[in-house]
């Protein structure tokens, strides 16, 4: 039953985010759920979109319970991790 209001949500926020796709709100919504089904590739192509809109979301998304999973994911540590001017890391990441 979790399974099927899932993904439609994903579905709603699917439509949202192709109607608006600068709607930051629903590539967060898209990147919970994702996480939520074990979707780890639609999460993170959900979670890139979202930090080029809204990078200072990082830090909450890297401490969001609905990712606790990927926490050990090399990937999911890029994504999180806040880079500055000349790329370096400067936080995030779980060290």
Same mark, same amino acid.
């Given at each position: 039953?979790?399974?099927?209001?899932?993904?439609?949500?994903?579905?709603?926020?699917?439509?949202?985010?192709?109607?608006?796709?600068?709607?930051?709100?629903?590539?967060?919504?898209?990147?919970?759920?994702?996480?939520?089904?074990?979707?780890?590739?639609?999460?993170?192509?959900?979670?890139?979109? %979202?930090?080029?809109? &809204?990078? @200072?979301?990082? !830090?909450? $998304? /890297?401490?969001?319970?609905?990712?606790?999973?990927?926490?050990?994911?090399?990937?999911?540590?890029? %994504?999180?991790?806040? &880079?500055? @001017?000349?790329? !370096?890391? $400067? /936080?995030?990441?779980?060290?």
């Amino acid at each position: 039953m979790a399974g099927k209001v899932l993904a439609s949500a994903a579905g709603y926020f699917s439509v949202a985010v192709d109607i608006a796709p600068n709607f930051w709100e629903g590539w967060y919504g898209l990147a919970l759920i994702h996480s939520m089904m074990r979707r780890r590739e639609e999460c993170f192509s959900a979670l890139e979109k %979202l930090f080029e809109l &809204r990078a @200072d979301m990082k !830090e909450q $998304v /890297a401490s969001a319970e609905a990712f606790s999973w990927l926490r050990s994911d090399p990937e999911f540590l890029r %994504l999180v991790a806040e &880079r500055n @001017d000349n790329g !370096e890391r $400067v /936080a995030g990441g779980f060290d």
